[in-house]
């Protein structure tokens, strides 16, 4: 079960976080274009499982346009309909993975199982980063129009995404202690813009304290998925 469902993850990520271009995220109200981030969600979860003709995998994608369906039409474009949207994806994968456990190890990968623990690394890296960026700026958008940005363009951006792989490289590494001198030293170089008025001063910490928040618990989580699969490493060839 456990390798069907990293399977069916990174394939998850995959379409809605890398594959999903702004363009397609804009226009999906369109049936046809709704359509095409279907085709994508299947040929994900085919290329992550190695199955080519599940019924299992045509039904995940079913209830994934059904999800997107809903939110657009529910007009939930905001963070908790983001939560809410992705908790009803993940849920749906783990029912997948319960009803259907050897989609895996039936695939064209199965004499692979080095691929499962780049597969949960891979997912934790799109999560953290991409996902946590789409995340955090939705949380932040209500706030974002009464603050005054005098900063670099995408400085914020940029700054989020060092710092989220920053700590999923520290927790991932055992070194959670680092994630305390990480937040030590982002406060202090803040300081001084968090002091001129109350409303940077809060906006930059619900950003930063959401920020840290999202990184350390799709980190931990990609150490628990980990630490149920094999090992990572390379595979010697044999002579």
């Known amino acids: 079960m456990i390798e069907t469902f990293t399977a069916l993850l990174l394939a998850h ?11 397609i995220n804009a226009r999906k109200q369109r049936a046809s274009i709704m359509l095409l981030h279907g085709a994508l969600v299947l040929l994900c ?3 992550t499982t190695g199955q080519w003709a599940s019924l299992w995998l045509i039904g995940l994608t079913a209830m994934h346009v059904i999800i997107d369906a809903v939110k657009i039409r529910g007009g939930f474009h905001h963070f908790r309909g983001f939560v809410v949207d992705q908790a009803l994806h993940l849920v749906t994968i783990i029912g997948v993975a319960i009803a259907a456990p050897d ?6 990968w199965q004499e692979y199982p080095e691929l499962l623990p780049l ?6 890296i799109v999560i953290t980063l991409t996902a946590g960026q789409y995340a955090v700026a939705l949380l932040m958008r209500p706030h974002g129009m009464r603050v005054r940005n005098n900063g670099l363009r995408e400085g914020g951006r940029q700054i989020g995404l060092l710092e989220r792989g920053l700590i999923l490289v520290l927790i991932l590494m055992n070194q959670s202690l680092g ?10 170089l803040r300081f001084g813009t968090a002091t001129r ?3 940077t ?5 619900i950003g930063t304290l959401a920020s840290f928040g999202w990184a350390i618990l799709t980190a931990e989580a990609t150490a628990m998925l980990l630490a149920h699969l094999p090992p990572l490493e390379i595979r010697r060839p044999t002579p």
């Open 13 to 23: 990520v995959m379409a809605d976080f890398v594959l999903q271009t702004d363009w």
């Open 103 to 108: 989609l895996w190890k039936t695939g064209s």
């Open 179 to 188: 994630v305390g001198f990480l937040i030590a030293a982002k406060s202090i």
């Open 119 to 124: 597969m949960a690394l891979l997912s934790g």
């Open 45 to 47: 979860a085919q290329v």
């Open 201 to 205: 001063a809060e906006y930059v910490i």
């Open 197 to 199: 008025d109350q409303r």
